[in-house]
């Protein structure tokens, strides 16, 4: 939500695309998100620059290994830092800026398959509730986005959000997201 605030442009662009699809005040239901592939391009963009653990489950080295030149020795605990694989040049064209089109015309799902795109882990370590979670994360965002308009509180322009991410073993918003609904008018 904070992203969407913080780019009234894709805002905007979301709200178009929910108002095509689902009828003014009524309820988007699951069956519908397949029809917002915008909508989900805004959810996969926002966990890739704000993935839930930035530093995946630790893994074992079975055996030595050798990677770019620097060799793992067997039984070494080894950490995948995700955010840093997320926002990697490498892998996104302009890794810093949000841009839900990305994801439209691309087949990078969260299911572990991209190893660029991994928010919820890959392989035998991934959320077993990742399904649920992009399930219920649509449904919500799909719902606040149609059914309100939103203000940021006291003259705050969307330029001025602080987008920091806190520290910890899963990100959230360094200052956390103040916003006040309003009653949306078809």
């Not at 894709?10 to 915008?38: C, G, H, N, T």
């Not at 391009?41 to 704000?50: F, M």
Request: net charge negative; hydrophobic share 40%.
């Amino acid at each position: 939500m904070a992203e969407l605030l913080h780019n009234p442009s894709i805002l905007a662009k979301a709200k178009q695309e929910l108002s095509k699809e689902i009828p003014p005040r009524q309820i988007v239901q699951e069956q519908d998100i397949s029809r917002l592939p915008y909508l989900v391009g805004v959810i996969k963009e926002a966990l890739r620059l704000h993935p839930i653990a930035p530093i995946l489950v630790p893994h074992q080295t079975e055996q030595e290994v050798e990677i770019h030149g620097y060799t793992i020795p067997k039984h070494t605990q080894v950490f995948v830092n995700a955010w840093s694989i997320l926002r990697h040049p490498a892998y996104w064209d302009d890794p810093a800026s949000f841009k839900p089109d990305r994801f439209l015309n691309s087949d990078t799902d969260f299911r572990g398959k991209d190893f660029k795109y991994i928010p919820f882990g890959a392989g035998r370590r991934i959320c077993p509730g990742s399904s649920l979670a992009m399930r219920m994360v649509s449904l919500m965002l799909a719902n606040l986005v149609h059914n309100f308009d939103w203000e940021l509180p006291n003259g705050l322009k969307p330029e001025d959000l602080d987008m920091n991410d806190g520290l910890g073993m899963t990100l959230h918003k360094h200052e956390p997201l103040v916003v006040i609904p309003v009653d949306h008018v078809a």
